[in-house]
């Protein structure tokens, strides 16, 4: 069993269920935008294997893998799962470096990523289980028009809702809003 099998497999079925339904969007964002299949694929899969790890085990293995915390990390160590499962991958080599990008920032988003990342951004934002007033018109958006127009929607959307938790956006993905909206 692959490293993907069984980290999917200690998941719990509500994650599990999450994992297969990005996946889904992503099989369909990856055809309309001319995505590679394989690599849609395993960045779906790939991207909340260590999302239910307890915030001390993230820490300590993002330390073990070489990653160096940020301020924000620090304060909340649960935006470490990206990192994680990214370098997981990369380590069994599995994937590329597209794939690994998309699973690091798919919860920060990051200035200037690739098409497979911002889809991945989108995809994990809009999937069907998500429930916000504006997804239905997101996942039109990301399907009839561009993943850029999504991508710069799906980082306004996701500041708008860590403003109504009080809770701090991450740097990068203030910076990536501040550049998408400037080349727009």
Do not use: C
């Amino acid at each position: 069993m692959g490293i993907i099998e069984d980290r999917f497999s200690q998941l719990s079925e509500h994650r599990q269920q999450h994992i297969l339904r990005v996946a889904k969007m992503m099989k369909e964002l990856a055809a309309i935008h001319h995505l590679s299949p394989t690599n849609a694929q395993l960045a779906a899969m790939g991207h909340d294997l260590a999302r239910e790890m307890s915030r001390d085990v993230l820490t300590r293995e993002a330390k073990r893998l070489g990653l160096e915390l940020s301020s924000p990390e620090r304060e909340e160590p649960v935006l470490l799962h990206g990192p994680v499962a990214a370098l997981w991958l990369q380590q069994a080599n599995i994937g590329e470096p597209e794939v690994w990008e998309a699973i690091r920032y798919h919860t920060t988003a990051a200035p200037r990523l690739s098409p497979l990342a911002k889809a991945l951004f989108i995809a994990d934002g809009i999937e069907p289980g998500r429930r916000f007033e504006t997804r239905t018109h997101l996942e039109h958006v990301a399907k009839e028009k561009s993943l850029d127009e999504a991508y710069v929607l799906m980082l306004k959307e996701t500041m708008k809702y860590l403003e109504s938790r009080r809770l701090k956006p991450h740097p990068l993905m203030i910076e990536a809003l501040r550049l998408s909206e400037e080349s727009s």
